[in-house]
C-alpha cells in the first residue's frame, strides 16, 4: 500500500476517473490501516505537491513543442489525448468607455467591501442607522457566519 507510484507504475490505460477512484482507495486504505501517522503522511504529500507543480510547470513549455512539432491539432500519445490550443487574450484597457466602468466597478468592489465591514460589526440580528445625505433610515442586517474548519500547511 503506497500513495506515491513510481513514474510509469500508474496503469496509462486508466482514465482521469479511474485515476481519482485509484487515489480515493489508496488514501483511504492508508487512513484505515492506522499504520501511518496521518499527520506527517499530509506534510510528505505537500512536498510532493509542490515538487510535482513545479515540474510539470518547467516541463509545459518543452512538452509543448514537442506536441506542436507533430502538426497535428488533436492525437493520441502514450494512451492520453493531446491537443495543440491556442488561446486569445484580450486587453480591453485603451478603450476609454471600458476603463471608465472598469473603474467604476472597482469602486463599487471596494463599496461593498466597506459595507461587508460593517454588517461584521453588527451585534444582533438588525441594526439601524440614519443615512445623513438622504435622512433616509437603512435598515442592515447581519451576515450568516458558516464556519469551517481545515489545516494549513507550511513547507
Not at 25 to 34: F, L, N, P, Q, R
Not at 71 to 81: L, P, V
Request: glycine share 6%.
Amino acid at each position: 500500500m503506497g500513495l506515491i507510484k513510481p513514474i510509469g507504475a500508474l496503469g496509462r490505460g486508466l482514465s482521469k476517473e479511474e485515476l481519482v477512484t485509484l487515489g480515493d482507495t489508496d488514501a483511504k486504505a492508508v487512513i484505515e490501516s492506522g499504520e501511518f501517522d496521518l499527520l506527517k503522511v499530509y506534510i510528505e504529500m505537500k512536498r510532493y505537491e509542490a515538487y510535482f507543480k513545479t515540474v510539470m510547470d518547467n516541463l509545459r513549455e518543452a512538452a509543448l513543442i514537442q506536441a506542436q512539432e507533430t502538426g497535428m491539432k488533436s492525437f493520441n500519445y502514450a494512451e492520453a489525448q493531446v491537443s495543440n490550443i491556442r488561446r486569445s487574450v484580450f486587453k480591453f484597457d485603451k478603450d476609454p468607455t471600458w476603463c471608465r466602468l472598469h473603474d467604476e466597478f472597482e469602486f463599487l468592489k471596494g463599496r461593498i467591501k466597506l459595507h461587508e465591514d460593517t454588517l461584521k460589526q453588527i451585534e444582533g440580528e438588525k441594526a439601524s442607522f440614519l443615512d445623513e445625505e438622504t435622512g433616509e433610515l437603512i435598515e442592515l442586517i447581519a451576515p450568516t457566519e458558516e464556519i469551517s474548519e481545515t489545516i494549513m500547511v507550511r513547507i
